[in-house]
Nanobody, 116 residues
């Protein structure tokens, strides 16, 4: 069974950067598409970025060019580099593990606050 633990969130000024990490346990990590979602207060959870086991990436239009998702399968870890952060991107960021024929796994979330 996969467990996901996010880290790296915190307070950052607009225009600043953060790198989130998601450490996964379990031997099936390599077969999962890994993703980052975020949920702002009162808002719907949305996909931010995803990366397949083969390294193919997908980004929300709003973060293209500013965020970069990567994974290190040897470390069972997925990262989200976030640059030029905006106030409206304040949210809880969740790590997700997705398999085509298995239930998704979710981390507990890490808070990202973009504020002056």
């Amino acid at each position: 069974q996969v467990q996901l633990v996010e880290s790296g969130g915190g307070l950052v000024q607009p225009g600043g950067s953060l790198r989130l990490s998601c450490a996964a346990s379990g031997s099936i990590f390599d077969f999962y598409t890994m993703g980052w979602y975020r949920q702002a207060p009162g808002k719907q959870r949305e996909l931010v970025a995803a990366i397949t086991s083969g390294g193919s990436t997908n980004y929300a239009d709003s973060v293209k060019g500013r965020f970069a998702i990567s994974r290190d399968n040897a470390k069972n870890t997925v990262y989200l580099q976030m640059n030029s952060l905006k106030h409206e991107e304040t949210a809880v960021y969740y790590c997700n593990a997705h398999h085509w024929n298995r239930p998704d796994y979710w981390g507990q979330g890490t808070q990202v606050t973009v504020s002056s």
